[in-house]
């Protein structure tokens, strides 16, 4: 179940980035938008799936103080629509 869980909160991620403002959002955002996807996680994990993505090619991050300020890459954007796969990622619904 973790893995299952893990794929889905990958995708959120991107899934927040794709609809944020110039495909940028901060670890503390994308924390909030995840328990509106019924992902309840703490702000580290947040952080560590950040890193794996940012290792995949799917997000560039930077650090900001405390915070991690990520944007979604053309690659990081067509996983998080469906028009890619990346293994560790839940593949988006149809329509979704």
Known sequence: MSETLTAHLRLSILRTLA???GYTANSSIIATVAVEFGLVTSRDRIKT????LAEQGLTANRPVGALIVATLTER???VAEGRATQHGVQRPSPGS
């Open 19 to 21: 609809g944020a403002e």
């Open 49 to 52: 799936e950040l890193g794996w």
């Open 76 to 78: 990081g954007l067509d």
